[in-house]
């Protein structure tokens, strides 16, 4: 395993992180496959192991914190996510002040843990004053409670105006955001990534499959695998487009050429920038999560940036003036 820092701090984080978005807790059989990978990270030099308070009805902190107990807290850097409801109360969610410091508890007791080493605000609260949110989260920091905190899929402007809270009111400072970021989806290289070199951000992607898109596993005149994503999650299945697996098959090619798989092709991609700390992935099983840690070896030659570019019609906004 190859590790980064995270942004500008001296946290050091694994190039691949494992996920808990789609991890099934439902039964035993699923849990024992979840509890493998979960072992198999581990043992390959994984340290960061990422969920939320929302995943599962809480289910997923519970089994990850379980799952990691064997394991020497030191070696973990672990993180949660905060926002999303968690009960039927008008307060069981967004970013106030008092549901982070409900969630908070709640989530160290899920993750049989005394402290948090990310805590994220998971989607941007409008409802709730930035002072209030930041001024949380900077008190999390001064009780031990959680080492950085971060944000996931803000707008630059957001994390802009909160970096502007955070230096008024003397705050400890936001060290790192979560975007969505994958072939098909790269509007952080528009504005995003810019602020977070400047500001000294880390950033820890999720999805950089696309939701299983570019697994490979869904093909153009195949059909659905039995029992895949996209056999019951409407965001896979609004994404397999002709257009997208068009492009989907280009990709194979080169992935091909490459002598590698397009999973594999795809992950070593999205890493190719060194601004990014992490990527947050998922794996329903050990082999899945096998196949992936490949990437972290896999060096893609520069001509195929510029042929995955013109694939998808990129080019990073500027507007000229005159």
């Known amino acids: 395993m190859k590790y980064r820092n995270l942004g500008k701090q001296g946290l050091k984080v694994s190039e691949l992180a494992l996920g808990s978005w789609m991890t099934d807790v439902s039964d035993s059989a699923k849990q024992d496959l979840a509890d493998q990978s979960l072992k198999l990270a581990y043992s390959k030099g994984i340290n960061f192991f990422d ?25 973990i850097v672990l993180s949660s996510k905060v926002y999303f409801p968690t009960g039927p109360g008008v307060n069981d969610r967004g970013l106030s002040r008092k549901h982070i410091m409900e969630s908070i508890d709640q989530s160290l007791t899920n993750l049989q843990t005394d402290y948090l080493d990310l805590y994220f605000c998971h989607r941007f609260d409008p409802n709730t004053p930035l002072a209030e949110t930041l001024t949380a989260l900077s008190d999390l920091v001064d009780q031990g409670k959680v080492l950085y905190y971060g944000v996931s899929e803000w707008r630059p402007v957001q994390i802009l105006e909160a970096q502007l809270v955070i230096q008024k009111l003397g705050l400890h400072p936001m060290s790192v955001v979560q975007p969505q970021y994958n072939m098909f989806d790269r509007y952080i290289e528009h504005e995003l990534m810019d602020v977070c070199e400047k500001l000294g951000l880390g950033i820890v992607p999720f999805s950089p499959l696309s939701q299983g898109l570019l697994t490979g596993k869904y093909r153009k005149g195949h059909k659905i695998p039995a029992g895949s994503r996209a056999t019951y999650q409407d965001q896979i299945q609004a994404l397999l487009t002709d257009d997208n697996l068009d492009k989907v098959e280009e990709l194979i090619k080169m992935a091909n050429e490459l002598d590698t798989d397009l999973a594999t092709f795809a992950l070593a991609w999205t890493m190719r920038d060194p601004r990014i700390s992490s990527l947050i992935t998922g794996a329903s099983k050990p082999s899945q999560l096998e196949n992936n840690l490949k990437a972290v070896d896999l060096e893609i030659p520069e001509e195929y940036f510029g042929r995955i570019d013109k694939l998808f019609g990129f080019k990073k906004f500027e507007r000229h003036i005159g």
């Open 51 to 75: 969920c939320a308070d929302a995943y599962s009805g809480g289910a997923a902190e519970r089994f990850l914190g379980k799952a990691l107990k064997e394991f020497p807290r030191k070696e």
